[in-house]
């Protein structure tokens, strides 16, 4: 259950063959796979993956921690992950 709920342009395929397609919905209806676009200076609340870009997190509720984290986009490199390699 979502206790902060905001409109999110999220990108989906109608079908498998489809081009992606933007649109509008509730946070609440967003769903693992989902590709969104986060808005500048909006809380978004969900789990995500920074594919492109920058940006900076308030973590606070997560870690407690009251300072903002930067983060940075995961690596494009065709790598698999490596329990050992990667900790």
Do not use: H, W
């Amino acid at each position: 259950m979502s206790y902060y709920v905001t409109d999110v342009t999220v990108y989906r395929r109608k079908n498998k063959d489809s081009e992606l397609e933007p649109s509008i919905i509730s946070s609440a209806e967003l769903v693992p796979g989902d590709l969104i676009v986060p808005p500048q200076e909006k809380i978004i609340p969900c789990d995500a993956i920074l594919l492109s870009g920058a940006c900076i997190v308030n973590e606070s509720m997560l870690t407690g921690e009251s300072v903002p984290v930067f983060k940075s986009p995961i690596s494009d490199s065709n790598k698999k992950y490596n329990l050992n390699d990667d900790k």
